[in-house]
């Protein structure tokens, strides 16, 4: 069996490939019909094999950066839209998504963490607020300076 320009034959491309597409050694030595031992020591020491297969790896690498990149401004859009148009939980969940993303929250990071029931509170207060103005219901009373002033108390 001859070797091509990059020195390998007709089962080192078919080994390669195989490595490709992630099977093991074991199924690659299988249908290329060689030993597996022989597929592991053109793995680790034949030179031309190892070059061969780093370059396919970077191609394929950059091909995927290149689709994922293709994806990230339809991703936005699809991002914006849940935002505008969503109902409250999805837009909460796409900006919670959009900020997560965008380092920004650990940027801004608060003094002290907010607790499971201030977050809880905060996110019912937000929602009974769309829903009053939905409803066109005025803005619930709060309690005067010093006290609870979360909507949500005002409500209960």
Known sequence: ????????????????????????????AKRARVSRKTINTWRNQGEDFRAVLAERREALHERHQDELSGLVSKAIGVMREAMREGDMLTRLRAAQAVLRTSGLQTAMKPEKPASREEIIREFISEAIGEVAVEL???EPKRLPDGANNSPVESYF
């Open 136 to 138: 066109g219901i005025h």
């Open 1 to 28: 069996m001859g070797l091509d320009q990059d020195g390998l034959n007709g089962k080192h491309e078919l080994a390669i490939e195989l490595v490709m597409c992630g099977m093991s050694d074991g199924e690659i």
